[in-house]
């Protein structure tokens, strides 16, 4: 198959530039969390841009916005792509938005090709992928592929304890009432930077991703006594910060004795009542363990959980460990990964085979429908940071292979 | 001399839990941090019982609450008493409330008795001596004892940088315009639970203070970088939260290779940016170390330090270390220690010599003129706890042993 349309790089990076500005942060990044009120505006932005593309717009139960470009066919299954425009609280320009305003882009430059698929495309903003807030990211996906609830994903709370995913979509206006998936779906292409060092350190414009990583997160919390900090004498202390501390530390140099290595990371953290001048009486923290092999992360997520009761017990603290939400390793649909490595082909852009390090939404979409990923390469593998960056000619290199293998897919009329 | 007057036990008691119920907690403690609107509630009781008690009531330029009762000679230095109503984010009944409450209890038995001592007599409640919404606690009886001055004081930050001290007083209506000190005292007592277990263990029903431990705060931050969770190899990782808890862990084990043993305290931490999928980039903790032995002090805070450079370096990490605040250990008078003592013989309780562990009031006092401290016991040392107990009897003897140190040092006209 033929070059079918162009896609137009200055474009995508001037509308990446232009969403960035809404939450941009002092230190360049982006600050853009799921349902807040900077949300809503990217989303505002992001739905005006689909109209003015001439793509229909719905919102689903689970807030996802949909943009449909209709086919020759239009009773066939849509091929799909999408991402986030939600981020973490000091993240980059790209982790999300490049996936998203990607899909734009191939709309806008079929549009300026005068081509048409003949299955119908759509282009979807997935709510709350980040999970910074609510308390489980990739949920709306997961809704939409089948894999949770409806109601489960409505009444995700926040953080805070204080509201929930479902009563936030309808305080920012995006409550829809189109269904949340159940339709069938040709495939599914996601976009997205891949947030490690491997495609820069190769030299590889494109990755064909092959699969994702397994997943087990936990809420870990540590109960020992409150007491003063002046007068309580160390060997009464049960102090349940020099606890998760230990614990905290243990984890870490447990990941070094596994081969291939494991990512193990505790990102959050709580004190109770977090004050200079008391013995902390309650902490609690998140781990997160992630290995290609199933069978592997399992072991190394018991032997985490023995080092937590572990260093409870020699400290006099309680340890309670409690699993959030895991995720077998997926592989992604061999079809679809051929036709991202088909499409660099054909462009003559490097490409290599490569594993996700982070859960995408895709992941969910790959239990539904056959599903394909694309990497392009972030400077100094750095993501979830304001310094992240991705080079224009690379973003546009992964959104011209993003439209081939999603025309490749629908067909030309 | 003879006794001159009985406190009643029961009214300090229900002044207590009367108090108690501003602020009040689940658990069954006590949450009024300073210049909160809780805060001024608590001021606004007991400004109240002042006045009720014939009171001329003032309030300085730090907001300390003075209630003075006239001498026969109303020229001489007064006999001053206090101790704070603010307390820990969860803590208990009696830690300052009970040295304030004992105050007026003081005057309202001298008033009962019909009474008058020759040198006036002062009960003060002191701004902020916990320190956790602040910088730095037991600020404003410190700018009263001329040790910090009175721009230092108002100017002081809250912990989110949102406001001051000095704000703080206006908006709950506490900006005085008395001065703050600045005028001679004959002597300061500080009634107080002990908040440690030795009185209770040792069946004393009075402690009285030699002097309290040498204190130093610090507060460190650890610098790392931000990455995602899911795709930075460890190998790479420079995770801020690691390094912190191999601080944390390495000075608790450090204070056990000293002795008599120092007490070291991380109460609290905060992550940045604390999400669930990121590398913590960034973590700031406080460390308060004590210890009776200034120079001995002045070693384990070097070790300390030297610790946490350490650490650092083998991580990765840039570190810094602020001290805060910090004060040597002190000495009361040897006077008002004698008066605790003989006013506790003359009732018949058991007393006994004690140093404090924690830092008080009477630390500052102890630098502008005579002071003494009467510890009481409370149930298994514990404190800085909702859980935080002390017995009716043995307040009400704390109370007597005051009002008698106070009248002998006043002089009966």
């Known amino acids: 198959m033929a070059v079918t349309a ?22 360049g990044g982006v600050g853009r969390l799921a349902l807040t009120d900077l949300d809503k505006a990217g989303r505002d932005l992001f739905v005006d841009w689909c109209k003015e593309a001439g793509l229909a717009v719905r919102v689903d139960r689970m807030g996802n916005i949909i943009g449909r470009r209709a086919g020759t066919d239009d009773t066939a299954p849509p091929v799909v792509t999408g991402s986030h425009l939600d981020s973490q609280p000091l993240g980059g320009k790209f982790d999300g938005a490049y996936g998203v305003l990607a899909g734009l882009e191939v709309v806008r430059a079929l549009n300026e090709a005068g081509l048409t698929t003949r299955a119908p495309l759509e282009i979807i ?36 304890g204080t509201t929930t995913l479902g009563r936030e979509l309808a305080r920012i206006g995006y409550d829809g009432d189109a269904p949340c998936g159940g339709y069938p779906i040709s495939a599914f292409f996601e976009a997205h930077i891949e947030q490690g060092p ?7 414009v494109i990755g064909a991703v092959l699969g ?13 006594e409150e007491g003063h900090a002046g007068t309580l004498p160390m060997p009464l202390r049960r102090d349940a910060l020099v606890g998760a501390a230990r614990m905290i530390d243990g984890l870490n140099r447990l990941a070094f004795e596994f081969d291939p290595l494991p990512v193990i990371t505790t990102g959050y953290l709580q004190v109770r009542p977090n004050s200079r001048n008391t013995v902390p009486g309650r902490v609690t923290f998140s781990v997160d363990i992630r290995h290609p092999d199933n069978a592997l992360l399992a072991d190394i997520c018991a032997r985490a959980e023995a080092l937590c009761r572990t260093v409870a017990g020699e400290t ?15 592989r992604f649909d061999p079809d679809c990964v051929e036709a991202v490595r088909a499409a660099a082909k054909r462009l003559g852009l490097a490409c ?17 429908a056959p599903t394909g990923m694309i990497f392009v390469p972030c400077k100094d593998g750095i993501s979830h940071n304001e310094r992240e960056y991705a080079a224009p000619e690379d973003l546009a290199a992964g ?8 025309v490749a897919r629908a067909g030309v009329a």
Chains 1, 2 share one sequence.
């Open 6 to 27: 162009a896609v137009d790089g200055d474009r995508l990076w001037r509308s990446l530039m232009e969403m960035s500005r809404i939450g941009a942060t002092p230190g």
């Open 125 to 160: 903003n997935w709510t709350d992928e980040e999970g910074v807030r609510f308390t489980a990211g990739v949920v709306a996906s997961g809704v939409y592929a089948g894999q949770f609830d409806l109601d489960f994903g409505r009444n995700l709370p926040d953080r805070e």
């Open 198 to 204: 491997i495609l820069e350190r190769e030299g590889a």
């Open 212 to 224: 994702a990583q397994g997943r087990r997160c936990y809420t870990v919390t540590v109960t020992g």
């Open 316 to 330: 006099g603290l309680e340890v309670e460990v409690a699993e959030m939400f895991g995720r077998d390793s997926i």
């Open 352 to 368: 290599r085979d490569i594993h996700s390090g982070a859960g995408h939404d895709a992941c969910n979409l790959a239990q539904a």
């Open 399 to 406: 959104c011209q292979v993003l439209l081939e293998a999603m």
